[in-house]
């Protein structure tokens, strides 16, 4: 089976710096997804990472280090629209998702 | 339009019931997934179809069916909906090239409660 972690909630300042880290356990792995959802509403995809190292888009990047079987996701710059909930999730034959962190950024 | 359609948007029915959510795409994506959400917790997965003649069940598939009823139709039953199946679920689908990196796209979901 698969089992992904990540902290329930985080919490920062507009302008900051976070960082959302995500461990899993799989028996085949692939590759690690970063998903947001805002408020219950349609889950996004945001990042991925196939290699180890770090992504970057934009104001998010992702990392993963598959020896470590760790992975985080960054958010810089934060903005009040990015309180929301972020999920990783390795997507393989039978999707896994982590429960989802909620960063709440405060003014 | 929406490339991932869910319907109903909302539903309240009653135990015993069965209920039919269904899901359409334009995406022209071969894979299709039915998840469901329960509050504070991640997706997880019920049924998958790579393609129309292939079905697979997901982690919680018991009480659920689906059917493929051509690339952009999937549907999911719940066969005699019971209390604990009240949730919110979500459709998505994902592009066959490239292999499992490949984002899966969400509907808007249904919210489903079960009285």
């Known amino acids: 089976g698969q089992s992904l972690e990540q902290p329930s909630e985080v919490t920062a300042v507009e302008g900051a710096i976070v960082q959302i880290n995500c461990t899993y356990q799989?028996?085949?792995?692939?590759?690690l997804s970063w998903y947001q959802q805002h408020d219950g509403g349609a889950p996004t995809f945001l990042s991925y990472?196939?290699?180890?190292g770090l992504e970057e888009t934009g104001r998010f990047s992702s990392f993963l280090s598959r020896s470590d079987s760790y992975g985080y996701l960054l958010l810089q710059e934060l903005q009040m629209k990015d309180s929301a909930s972020y999920f990783c999730a390795v997507l393989v034959g039978k999707s896994t998702f982590g429960d989802g962190t909620t960063l709440t950024v405060k003014p | 339009d929406a490339d991932v359609t869910q319907t109903p948007r909302n539903r309240i029915t009653k135990t015993g019931k069965r209920i039919m959510l269904e899901c359409s795409q334009t995406?022209?994506?071969?894979?299709m997934y039915w998840y469901r959400q329960d509050p504070g917790l991640g997706l997880r997965l019920i049924y998958y179809?790579?393609?129309?003649?292939?079905?697979n069940k997901g982690e919680i598939s018991d009480g659920y069916s689906v059917s493929r009823q051509a690339q952009a139709k999937f549907s999911l039953s719940l066969e005699s909906a019971i209390p604990n199946q009240t949730a919110l679920y979500f459709c998505a689908t994902s592009d066959r090239t490239g292999g499992s990196n490949q984002p899966q796209h969400f509907g808007d979901g249904t919210r489903l409660s079960i009285l």
């Open positions: 995406k022209g994506h071969d894979r």
């Open positions: 799989t028996s085949g792995f692939y590759g």
């Open positions: 179809s790579f393609d129309v003649k292939d079905i």
């Open positions: 990472n196939a290699l180890d």
